[in-house]
């Protein structure tokens, strides 16, 4: 627990690691709804900072860091859990969505562009890119997802294992290879979205000066790309 600068040092080390707690915040602020404000975020996270100080032993085969960002996160996930942060209203937004994505590719054979999921959605395109707005909390998979809607469980469908713990499926490669088929089948301005954002862990507005647009339309493009995800991977 302590090493020659001093693991018992709790100040030193949270005033070290202070930055990470705000970078991890404000980059899964882009997966959250507007009512979600930053600081609950980074409040949460310095829960799991503390807890990273307290629980790492030097020699486990992880850095700090990766370790403390581990923790981190999931203590926000944790508080977010607790919060029930996405309204029911738009989640029953982002079924419509999904389920206008999945009629359309199948009649299509293609993507769907914003204006036609707007017309099947019987709103117009400045209507339904702010109901992209609102869902900016959009996720892969929701927590709801787990349980029975009357047509089974929505992992339970994508894995094999029943026994499975709920990262255990995440994780599933068979999983992984349709999600991974499934991002590639973006429309490409959605796809590089997806890649900048997770993979180079850029934040919306460095992603929006690559794509010449604004924080806003990034968050569309990503809730966009989400439904398009999970409409796919709900069909297979």
Not at 28 to 57: C, H, K, T
Not at 142 to 169: I, P
Request: net charge negative.
């Amino acid at each position: 627990m302590y090493s020659a600068t001093g693991w018992g040092d709790r100040e030193y080390w949270i005033e070290q690691y202070m930055p990470l707690v705000k970078r991890i915040a404000h980059h899964m602020m882009a997966r959250l709804p507007a009512s979600v404000q930053v600081e609950d975020l980074v409040q949460a996270g310095m829960i799991g900072l503390l807890d990273a100080i307290n629980r790492f032993q030097e020699g486990q085969g992880a850095q700090f860091e990766t370790y403390a960002a581990q923790r981190i996160r999931g203590a926000i996930l944790d508080e977010l859990r607790e919060a029930d942060w996405l309204p029911r209203s738009v989640r029953r937004n982002l079924r419509r969505i999904e389920a206008a994505v999945a009629n359309l590719e199948q009649r299509l054979r293609r993507p769907p562009t914003e204006q036609e999921l707007a017309q099947a959605l019987g709103v117009s395109l400045a209507e339904y890119q702010d109901m992209l707005t609102e869902a900016r909390g959009a996720q892969l998979v929701y927590y709801d997802d787990f349980d029975d809607d009357g047509n089974g469980h929505f992992l339970d469908r994508h894995v094999a294992d029943a026994g499975a713990s709920v990262l255990d499926r995440i994780l599933d490669e068979d999983f992984r290879k349709r999600l991974a088929a499934a991002i590639d089948a973006l429309p490409e301005r959605e796809k590089l979205v997806m890649a900048m954002y997770y993979e180079q862990e850029m934040n919306l507005k460095e992603i929006g000066a690559v794509l010449g647009v604004t924080e806003s339309r990034v968050c569309q493009l990503h809730t966009q790309a989400i439904a398009r995800l999970r409409s796919r991977l709900r069909d297979e």
